[in-house]
């Protein structure tokens, strides 16, 4: 596919860029950094056993959590048009919003503002901050440029405001213009499914490749470390997390409604990435060490990016669109519950964030 093609290309020149501007910085830090070498819950012996369970759960539940909407329609209460399903997923939007809020921004910033980096740049300015508003804009370009290139594609074409102006609504305008140029005006205008389909597909690609940034970095992280006593919090938490992250993705991308092949190949990559990092992390844990001048910078400008691209995707993406959609427009109690169930998801990960 042409637009994730192009995606893939825009996270490789972030992280090319990225590599560049950090390479120069690294090569300075404090040497009177705390290795932690005197916590007695560093153990190599017994935190391995805890990371291969740590991988057969989180993967485990995150292919339940992301698969489960996959299959909802079978299910009449989590039906994609029901009022559950919509509470569903506003309250795994808030489970998103709070993953940005909660955890992977206030981690960036401990980590960019750690007392093992020298105070010149890194004490002197918000780089954490700085980074997410960067990335927030940024996936609000790929957003846009990817719904431009879909449009461009398909042949969707806008409705004209006209119809706006005499109070008649988006989806009769549509039938009304498609019905009267179908006669050999030679426009071409797409329906409303068809415009709807082609946000629903923008949104499960960007809000996967945000998550994808997050679980490289999660498993990475606790592949690496050695301290058993955060492992056995971080393997609860975790598998929580990306239960509810996983059924927000699986709501997108079955909105979306991809074909079967690319939606359990987009559910894969989610479920498999933050395994893969713990292996990896395993990988590298004779050589890592996560308080490292390299792994604070490098680690927590990644965590940066990915709060910027989650925290715009939940707000804009998710919970917007579905607040100032038709369906919850129509129905001011359905849109209190809806906000309580985001507000639900927030503080879920709130007390989460009290381990993780």
Not at 276 to 286: D, N, Q
Not at 330 to 349: D, H, P, R, Y
Request: aromatic share 10%; proline share 3%.
């Amino acid at each position: 596919m042409a637009t994730t093609k192009l995606v893939m290309k825009l996270v490789y020149i972030l992280l090319i860029l990225f590599t560049f501007s950090v390479s120069s910085a690294i090569a300075t830090a404090p040497e009177n950094c705390d290795s932690g070498s005197e916590n007695p819950c560093i153990n190599k012996a017994k935190a391995l056993p805890l990371k291969i369970v740590a991988i057969v759960a989180i993967l485990t539940t995150s292919l339940i959590g992301v698969t489960s909407p996959l299959f909802s329609r079978y299910i009449s209460f989590l039906r994609p048009d029901g009022n559950g399903f919509m509470i569903v997923k506003c309250f795994s939007s808030g489970i998103i919003l709070g993953t940005g809020f909660m955890h992977v921004l206030p981690d960036s910033f401990e980590m960019l503002s750690s007392k093992c980096l020298s105070d010149d740049p890194w004490h002197k300015f918000p780089f954490a901050g700085f980074v997410a508003m960067l990335s927030g804009l940024v996936t609000l370009a790929i957003d846009s440029i990817t719904t431009s290139l879909y449009t461009g594609k398909k042949g969707v074409g806008p409705v004209p405001n006209e119809y706006e102006e005499y109070g008649i609504d988006q989806e009769k305008a549509i039938h009304i213009v498609g019905h009267n140029h179908s006669h050999g005006h030679g426009v071409v205008l797409a329906s409303k499914d068809d415009g709807q389909l082609l946000r629903y597909r923008v949104i499960a690609m960007v809000l996967e490749l945000g998550i994808l940034f997050h679980s490289v970095v999660i498993g990475l992280s606790l592949g690496a470390t050695n301290d058993a006593c955060t492992i056995k919090g971080l393997i609860i938490a975790l598998c929580f997390h990306h239960l509810f992250e996983g059924i927000g993705l699986g709501g997108c991308i079955l909105q979306a409604d991809f074909t079967n092949v690319k939606k359990f190949l987009m559910a894969f990559f989610f479920a498999g990435t933050t395994p893969c990092g713990i292996f990896l992390g395993i990988a590298l844990s004779s050589i890592y060490r996560d308080n490292s001048p390299t792994a604070l910078i490098t680690i927590g400008l990644l965590n940066a990016c990915s709060a910027g691209m989650l925290i715009y995707m939940a707000l804009v993406d998710l919970l917007a669109t579905e607040f100032m959609g038709s369906m919850l427009q129509g129905s001011i109690k359905l849109q209190i519950k809806c906000f309580m169930a985001a507000l639900f998801g927030c503080a879920v990960m709130s007390v989460v964030a009290v381990w993780a």
